[in-house]
């Protein structure tokens, strides 16, 4: 690795801490109904005295003050060094993965593909932030998916260099599709309320515990567990995959950054909690009119579904809407290969599709079961995500989280008996593992269709 790329990782990575320091804010107050910005600077829960810059520094504050408040002596959570570390993880994961390892050969340029980067990064500490707040009170806040939204969608109408043509693209008709979907979404939201809202289904109530302040038992072993991994981690981007046997190197690292995140995240979820509790309470006072929801549900999706429908007719079956269609694809207000509108509906389509799959798993099973059986706050999650990742991602993600909150349940069980069990954390997993291990997965899923209509006798051997 050149000097210059040891650069870059060390930057990513310190970048990371500073926003893990950020998004701990995020966490607590968004959690607790506060504003992220007033006060403007950080303070004690205990005693509420402002946090100085020197007690402010990512996890080098924490375990220098010895996990607590050097004016009450108050214990600080532990979930402050471990967010902080997991988000340096992931951004440097996300570097590693576009830029020095063999995951994403589509990234190969900061210079050409920061836009897109970027996009990532955001996606990532959304993905931090929501997991965070679902784990305390198994709720997750759709202002932060929109905003990733909104980025993913502005990056990759920036982001259209030939290079770029690995990543998944849209059909011309899904793309069609997918843009007159996002109109008829944003048309309905307009003119609808949604009855989750009206009701307060997502509101930000939680257990009384939530808002108390942090335990007395010291969290600096993981702390220091979470330091170690970091500097372990990064040493290990300089190791040859000679050094490893037939393994690559990125693969081996890759695989640390999931250990990692999977137990954490099982630690976390090890004891029961009120908040656990309260959530069960609601799915059962909810479920006499679960199925009358997922109605109410469709008939607001159904202004998207007509004109995204409409428009991929159009585009497909007449000459002319099909012409004007691809011309404005091909667009290009400069010279070379940009071209923001494939670009824009790029990130509308994963989006559309995104969440697609997880509003039909939700609508599905909420009227097969009778009750809530996906939130609603993760089908948000899963079309931030496709907007900024694509929707492959968004399906290997999701198929990934299954079986990673199953593995996690049947842990628990060693220590509690669990019925309710928060999935924005482990598809959040799962998207992140999606994300990392893109190529492989897409060269077997390409491998099974092949063989499959090879069977069918579409193609030949």
Same mark, same amino acid.
């Given at each position: 690795m050149t000097s210059h790329q040891w650069i870059w990782l060390v930057a990513v990575a310190l970048f990371g801490a500073c926003i893990g320091s950020f998004l701990n804010v995020v966490i607590y107050r968004l959690a607790r109904g506060m504003s992220v910005h007033r006060p403007a600077r950080s303070f004690c829960p205990g005693c509420e005295r402002t946090i100085g810059w020197y007690?402010?520094?990512?996890?080098?504050?924490y375990l220098a003050l010895g996990g607590r408040c050097r004016h009450c002596g108050m214990a600080i959570s532990v979930r402050y060094p471990v967010i902080e570390a997991l988000t340096v993880l992931l951004f440097v994961l996300a570097y590693d993965m576009f830029f020095l390892g063999p995951?994403?050969?589509?990234?190969?340029?900061?210079?050409?593909?920061?836009?897109?980067?970027?996009?990532?990064?955001?996606?990532?500490? !959304? =993905?931090?932030?929501?997991?965070?707040?679902?784990?305390?009170?198994?709720?997750?806040? *759709? /202002?932060?998916?929109? %905003?990733?939204?909104?980025?993913?969608?502005?990056?990759? !109408? =920036?982001?259209?260099?030939?290079?770029?043509?690995?990543?998944?693209?849209?059909?011309? *008709? /899904?793309?069609?599709? %997918?843009?007159?979907?996002?109109?008829?979404?944003?048309? !309905?939201a307009v003119f609808w309320r949604r009855k989750e809202y009206d009701s307060g289904a997502e509101s930000n109530d939680l257990p009384e515990e939530s808002d108390r302040p942090a335990r007395s038992r010291s969290g600096l072993p993981v702390a220091w567990l979470m330091a170690v991994v970091i500097v372990v981690w990064i040493g290990m981007v300089g190791v040859d995959a000679d050094r490893l046997g037939d393994v690559d190197a990125f693969w081996v690292r890759a695989g640390v950054v999931m250990a990692t995140c999977f137990l954490v995240l099982v630690c976390v979820g090890m004891s029961p909690t009120q908040a656990e509790a309260d959530v069960l309470e609601a799915i059962h006072e909810e479920r006499p009119q679960a199925r009358r929801e997922a109605g109410a549900e469709l008939a607001w999706l159904a202004p998207s579904i007509v004109l995204g429908i409409l428009a991929a007719v159009v585009v497909s079956c007449t000459a002319a809407g099909g012409r004007l269609w691809e011309e404005a694809l091909a667009w290009t207000p400069l010279e070379g290969s940009w071209r923001p509108i494939w670009g824009m509906t790029t990130a509308l389509s994963g989006f559309?599709?995104?969440?697609?799959?997880g509003?039909?798993?939700?609508?599905?099973?909420?009227?097969?079961?009778?009750?809530?059986?996906f939130g609603l706050g993760d089908v948000h999650l899963m079309a931030a995500a496709g907007a900024v990742a694509g929707w492959p991602v968004v399906a290997a993600g999701f198929f990934l989280a299954c079986p990673l909150a199953v593995a996690a349940v049947l842990l628990w069980l060693v220590r509690k008996r669990s019925r309710a069990v928060w999935f924005g954390p482990w598809l959040s997993l799962g998207l992140v593992a999606a994300m990392t291990f893109y190529a492989p997965i897409a060269a077997r899923v390409g491998t099974m269709l092949e063989v499959l209509g090879w069977l069918a006798g579409a193609t030949d051997p």
């Amino acid at each position: 690795m050149t000097s210059h790329q040891w650069i870059w990782l060390v930057a990513v990575a310190l970048f990371g801490a500073c926003i893990g320091s950020f998004l701990n804010v995020v966490i607590y107050r968004l959690a607790r109904g506060m504003s992220v910005h007033r006060p403007a600077r950080s303070f004690c829960p205990g005693c509420e005295r402002t946090i100085g810059w020197y007690d402010n520094i990512p996890l080098v504050s924490y375990l220098a003050l010895g996990g607590r408040c050097r004016h009450c002596g108050m214990a600080i959570s532990v979930r402050y060094p471990v967010i902080e570390a997991l988000t340096v993880l992931l951004f440097v994961l996300a570097y590693d993965m576009f830029f020095l390892g063999p995951a994403r050969p589509e990234f190969c340029d900061l210079g050409t593909d920061w836009p897109v980067f970027l996009a990532h990064l955001v996606l990532l500490a !959304a =993905l931090v932030v929501t997991s965070a707040i679902d784990i305390e009170g198994y709720w997750i806040d *759709v /202002t932060i998916t929109y %905003a990733v939204v909104i980025v993913g969608t502005v990056a990759h !109408a =920036l982001w259209t260099p030939q290079t770029s043509a690995a990543f998944p693209r849209p059909w011309s *008709v /899904t793309a069609a599709g %997918a843009a007159a979907a996002t109109i008829g979404l944003v048309l !309905a939201a307009v003119f609808w309320r949604r009855k989750e809202y009206d009701s307060g289904a997502e509101s930000n109530d939680l257990p009384e515990e939530s808002d108390r302040p942090a335990r007395s038992r010291s969290g600096l072993p993981v702390a220091w567990l979470m330091a170690v991994v970091i500097v372990v981690w990064i040493g290990m981007v300089g190791v040859d995959a000679d050094r490893l046997g037939d393994v690559d190197a990125f693969w081996v690292r890759a695989g640390v950054v999931m250990a990692t995140c999977f137990l954490v995240l099982v630690c976390v979820g090890m004891s029961p909690t009120q908040a656990e509790a309260d959530v069960l309470e609601a799915i059962h006072e909810e479920r006499p009119q679960a199925r009358r929801e997922a109605g109410a549900e469709l008939a607001w999706l159904a202004p998207s579904i007509v004109l995204g429908i409409l428009a991929a007719v159009v585009v497909s079956c007449t000459a002319a809407g099909g012409r004007l269609w691809e011309e404005a694809l091909a667009w290009t207000p400069l010279e070379g290969s940009w071209r923001p509108i494939w670009g824009m509906t790029t990130a509308l389509s994963g989006f559309v599709v995104g969440g697609a799959i997880g509003w039909g798993v939700r609508i599905v099973f909420t009227l097969v079961l009778g009750k809530e059986a996906f939130g609603l706050g993760d089908v948000h999650l899963m079309a931030a995500a496709g907007a900024v990742a694509g929707w492959p991602v968004v399906a290997a993600g999701f198929f990934l989280a299954c079986p990673l909150a199953v593995a996690a349940v049947l842990l628990w069980l060693v220590r509690k008996r669990s019925r309710a069990v928060w999935f924005g954390p482990w598809l959040s997993l799962g998207l992140v593992a999606a994300m990392t291990f893109y190529a492989p997965i897409a060269a077997r899923v390409g491998t099974m269709l092949e063989v499959l209509g090879w069977l069918a006798g579409a193609t030949d051997p």
